[in-house]
Nanobody, 120 residues
Framework: QVQLVESGGGLVQAGGSLRLSCAAS????????VGWFRQAPGKERAFVAA????????NYTDSVKGRFTISRDNTKNTVYLQMNSLKPEDTAVYYC?????????????WGQGTQVTVSS
């Protein structure tokens, strides 16, 4: 089992930046693909970004490309989501999750989420 804890959320003005962290414990974190998801009020949870176990491959939803950067430090069992040029529509609870392989469909373990609020 993998335990995930997100941090770094908060309140920021539009155009500002935040860096989210996803800290893992349990099974070897370095073997997992890690994804970030978000859920805005009244909406379904949606994919934001993912990074392969090595960090060589990344993927982003179109709405965050050029603004968000996902990275990982396997020596610290942590994945980061650097969010720049934030917009009010980025307001959501952000979750990290892990899955076994890049092409696996299901994320097996999830964190509890961290709130990001962007004011206009």
């Amino acid at each position: 089992q993998v335990q995930l804890v997100e941090s770094g959320g908060g309140l920021v003005q539009a155009g500002g930046s935040l860096r989210l962290s996803c800290a893992a414990s349990g099974r070897p974190f370095a073997t997992y693909t890690v994804g970030w998801f978000r859920q805005a009020p009244g909406k379904e949870r949606a994919f934001v970004a993912a990074i392969s176990w090595s960090g060589d491959s990344t993927n982003y939803t179109d709405s965050v490309k050029g603004r968000f950067t996902i990275s990982r430090d396997n020596t610290k069992n942590t994945v980061y989501l650097q969010m720049n040029s934030l917009k009010p529509e980025d307001t959501a609870v952000y979750y990290c999750a892990v899955k076994r392989g890049w092409y696996s469909r299901e994320y097996a373990y999830w964190g509890q989420g961290t709130q990001v609020t962007v004011s206009s």
